[in-house]
C-alpha cells in the first residue's frame, strides 16, 4: 500500500507556473501507473495527465496538453506535475493517484481505475 501527499499549490497570477509534488511512502513509486486529477468549485472531478508505470507512456487532457507535464523521480519517490501558462481555468484542488497497473505501458485515464489516492492541494489563478 502506498501514501500519497501532494504539494506545491497556492495563488499564482494568470500566465505563471506552479509545480505541484504528490511525495509516496509505503511503496516505490516506480511500481505505480500515476495520474493526476482535479475538481474546480462545484464540478466533478476531471482527468488533467497519466503517465506508465515506465514512465514512457504519458497521457494528457487536451485543455493541459503542451502546458502541463508530468514526470517522475524515483530516488525521491515524487510524481511532479509542471504547470505553465496558468490559465484561471486551472483553480482547483489537484490530486494525485496511484495504480499498480496490469502491464507497465497501461495508464489510466478514469479516477474510477486508481486504488489511491492523495487528499489535494488547492491551485488558484487570479486573472
Known amino acids: 500500500q502506498v501514501q500519497l501527499v501532494e504539494s506545491g499549490g497556492g495563488l499564482v497570477q494568470a500566465g505563471g507556473s506552479l509545480k505541484l509534488s504528490c511525495a509516496a511512502s509505503?511503496?516505490?513509486?516506480?511500481?505505480?501507473?500515476m495520474g493526476w486529477f482535479r475538481q474546480a468549485p462545484g464540478k466533478e472531478r476531471e482527468f488533467v495527465a497519466a503517465?506508465?508505470?515506465?514512465?514512457?507512456?504519458?497521457y494528457y487532457a487536451d485543455s493541459v496538453k503542451g502546458r502541463f507535464a508530468i514526470s517522475r523521480d524515483n530516488a525521491k519517490n515524487t510524481v511532479y506535475l509542471q504547470m505553465n501558462s496558468l490559465k484561471p481555468e486551472d483553480t482547483a484542488v489537484y490530486y494525485c493517484?496511484?495504480?499498480?497497473?496490469?502491464?507497465?505501458?497501461?495508464?489510466?485515464?478514469?479516477?474510477?481505475?486508481?486504488?489511491?489516492w492523495g487528499r489535494g492541494t488547492q491551485v488558484t489563478v487570479s486573472s
Open positions: 493517484a496511484a495504480k499498480i497497473p496490469l502491464y507497465s505501458e497501461n495508464f489510466y485515464y478514469r479516477e474510477q481505475s486508481y486504488d489511491y
Open positions: 509505503g511503496r516505490t513509486v516506480s511500481s505505480y501507473a
Open positions: 503517465f506508465s508505470k515506465s514512465s514512457l507512456t504519458t
